[in-house]
């Protein structure tokens, strides 16, 4: 048992619930890859904690790589323009690639780097999300094949998610309050 972390509203992921996503989604991977032998990547700093633990639920040879993207500024929105920090080190083309996102919100990171790695060839790209922000009347550009959970549209932290680089050590996904960010 650990406490909660006073800047935090209400658990919205807590750590057994964590564990059975990773496991289901590990398991919808392992049936899809079997043979293919993907290379999943990991978008720096919040897919870190997801990566970790959703690798290790995967049961077919894979390798990993990471990119980091920025996302301008410390704010609670996305402002959709990527720009990229750090590139994969692997060639990708007519490799089976799994991007690994902590959070889809927009969509606006993720469709800007799908377009970017599309245009190296790979022999298929698909977008695994811990979790996917329901946002009323919106449709995202683009769809994850593999969806952690739909969170409500709140602000939230934990589990590699960040409020200006801070709570990423949560073991759990919680709502922040909304004073902390106002
Ligand atoms: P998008 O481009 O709007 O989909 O934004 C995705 C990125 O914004 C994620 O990778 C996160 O880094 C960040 N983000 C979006 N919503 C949240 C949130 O509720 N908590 C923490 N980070 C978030
Ligand atoms: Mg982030």
């Given at each position: 048992m650990h406490t909660v972390h006073p800047?935090?509203?209400?658990?919205?992921?807590g750590a057994h619930e964590i564990e059975a996503i990773i496991a289901r989604l590990g398991a919808e991977i392992t049936a899809d890859y079997a043979d293919k032998n993907p290379l999943l990547v990991a978008v720096l700093r919040g897919a870190v904690v997801f990566m970790a633990d959703l690798m290790r639920a995967i049961e077919c040879p894979l390798s990993i790589d990471f990119m980091a993207t920025s996302s301008y500024?410390?704010?609670?929105?996305?402002?959709g323009t990527v720009r990229i920090l750090k590139d994969l080190?692997?060639?990708?083309?007519?490799r089976h690639v799994i991007v690994a996102e902590d959070i889809l919100d927009s969509g606006l990171t993720l469709s800007n780097l799908i377009s970017m790695l599309q245009s190296r060839d790979p022999a298929s790209i698909e977008i695994c999300a811990f979790a996917v922000k329901d946002i009323d009347g919106y449709t995202p550009p683009v769809t994850p094949k593999y969806v952690g959970r739909h969170v409500p549209n709140e602000f939230i932290v934990g589990y590699g998610l960040d409020y200006a680089e801070r709570?990423?050590?949560?073991?759990y996904v919680g709502v922040l309050k909304p004073e902390v960010y106002s």
């Amino acid at each position: 048992m650990h406490t909660v972390h006073p800047d935090v509203e209400r658990i919205l992921i807590g750590a057994h619930e964590i564990e059975a996503i990773i496991a289901r989604l590990g398991a919808e991977i392992t049936a899809d890859y079997a043979d293919k032998n993907p290379l999943l990547v990991a978008v720096l700093r919040g897919a870190v904690v997801f990566m970790a633990d959703l690798m290790r639920a995967i049961e077919c040879p894979l390798s990993i790589d990471f990119m980091a993207t920025s996302s301008y500024g410390s704010g609670v929105t996305s402002s959709g323009t990527v720009r990229i920090l750090k590139d994969l080190e692997t060639n990708i083309r007519d490799r089976h690639v799994i991007v690994a996102e902590d959070i889809l919100d927009s969509g606006l990171t993720l469709s800007n780097l799908i377009s970017m790695l599309q245009s190296r060839d790979p022999a298929s790209i698909e977008i695994c999300a811990f979790a996917v922000k329901d946002i009323d009347g919106y449709t995202p550009p683009v769809t994850p094949k593999y969806v952690g959970r739909h969170v409500p549209n709140e602000f939230i932290v934990g589990y590699g998610l960040d409020y200006a680089e801070r709570y990423r050590n949560l073991p759990y996904v919680g709502v922040l309050k909304p004073e902390v960010y106002s």
